[in-house]
Nanobody
């Protein structure tokens, strides 16, 4: 019952930055922990980052730690992914997802019920 729409993707040079947004419908947004995933052609979907239903608790994959920052503004029904120091290996379609376990945060993604997904936004990082 939560619909998600990603935006903000595009083409950027290595070392540059992008800010992805994920807009959610419904007032239930604030009770769900959120996450970003990415998928490159030929690869399986990879976890990137997650944030608790109550802003403040976050988790990052080792590959993006120190470069990416996840945040959310519940009043705007939006979760963000600030991506700095981008590398070519960051090239992928980025998806946001909602963990439909209300008021619960696993500290990552294992055991989560990501029942709502956006359509994805393409991020391409050139050398």
């Amino acid at each position: 019952q939560v619909q998600l729409v990603e935006s903000g993707g595009g083409l950027v040079q290595a070392g540059g930055s992008l800010r992805l947004s994920c807009a959610a419908s419904g007032r239930a947004f604030s009770m769900y922990s959120m996450a970003w995933f990415r998928q490159a052609p030929g690869n399986e979907r990879e976890f990137v980052s997650s944030i608790s239903w109550m802003p403040g608790s976050t988790y990052y994959a080792d590959s993006v730690k120190g470069r990416f920052t996840i945040s959310r503004v519940n009043a705007k029904n939006t979760v963000y992914l600030q991506m700095n120091s981008l590398k070519p290996e960051d090239t992928a379609v980025y998806y946001c997802a909602a963990d439909l376990r209300p008021y619960y945060y696993s500290g990552g993604y294992v055991g989560a019920n990501f029942g709502s997904w956006g359509q994805g936004t393409q991020v391409t990082v050139s050398s």
